[in-house]
């Protein structure tokens, strides 16, 4: 049998008591390559920060094989701030904290993989750079390269080639799959379904409630989308309880 690398029973997710994720269940299998479809609004970002445990069940649970401190995360673009003056290389060597420590100080070593990641992502020569000036693609290198360096077993990626063009899109596309490969547990928020249907072997569809989770052929059908669509048009982003059924 597959082992699960997390597990999500009846998992409710809630802010102020509103629930934006509800009763969902089923298993992430180690090594599997995951990505998470749904329409704008359908809990797949509060679903990711649920399996990170940023936030809390309102109700059920979530049981991982490897604690939550172990995965490797790469947020939303929007939800980063650039202006912060850092430059690339302090920004990929940040990979190696969880190992170093925060204050145990990041060493040669460290830095010479950090400059190995910069290569495999491309970005050879801009470790001087200052991240405010880099654009969004170089960007997204440089954040990949530090989940590179941070070398977790399980990989967690919201919205990863959103504004990207194409050329950095397969570039990613080439890493997320290195991961697979090496059997790494991979999960990616995406809109783009070519892009699920090519790459991705796994679909959780989500529209709050499950739509389906499972071989992406199975679950990306149009009857499914229909649903997830129809779903979306009915939300009530004020219900005070949750509406549907355990
Ligand atoms: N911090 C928050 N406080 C209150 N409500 C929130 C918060 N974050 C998200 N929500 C609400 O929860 C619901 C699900 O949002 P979420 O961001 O998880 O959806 P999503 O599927 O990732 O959407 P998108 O595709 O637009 O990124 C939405 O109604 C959203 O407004």
Not at 53 to 80: F, H, T
Not at 104 to 117: D, L, N, P, W, Y
Not at 151 to 180: K, N
Not at 184 to 208: C, M, N, Y
Request: neutral net charge.
């Amino acid at each position: 049998m597959t082992q699960a690398a997390i597990s999500l029973e009846n998992l409710t997710v809630a802010y102020n008591r509103h629930p934006a994720v509800h009763h969902v269940s089923g298993s992430l299998a180690r090594g599997s390559l995951t990505a998470i479809a749904g329409p704008n609004g359908a809990g797949k970002s509060t679903l990711l920060r649920a399996i990170m445990g940023e936030l809390k069940p309102a109700e059920g649970e979530i049981r991982r094989a490897v604690p939550s401190r172990d995965y490797g995360y790469l947020p939303q673009a929007a939800d980063i701030n650039r202006r912060f003056p850092v430059s690339v290389m302090d920004t990929v060597v940040t990979g190696a904290w969880k190992r170093a420590g925060a204050f145990g100080g990041i060493g040669r070593a460290e830095r010479r993989k950090a400059s190995e990641a910069l290569v495999a992502v491309g970005l050879e020569g801009f470790e001087a750079r200052p991240i405010g000036s880099l654009s969004a693609g170089q960007f997204q290198r440089t954040l990949f390269a530090r989940l590179l360096l941070q070398d977790a077993s399980v990989i967690i990626l919201d919205e990863p080639f959103t504004a990207i063009d194409s050329r950095t899109t397969q570039d990613l596309i080439d890493i997320v799959l290195r991961w697979h490969g090496e059997g790494r547990t991979v999960v990616a928020v995406l809109h783009d379904h070519e892009q699920v249907r090519q790459h991705f072997p796994q679909t959780l569809l989500i529209a709050r409630e499950l739509i389906g989770w499972g071989p992406t052929e199975e679950v990306m059908t149009d009857q499914n989308l229909k649903r997830a669509r129809a779903l979306a048009e009915r939300w009530d982003d004020n219900a005070p309880v949750c509406e549907v059924p355990a």
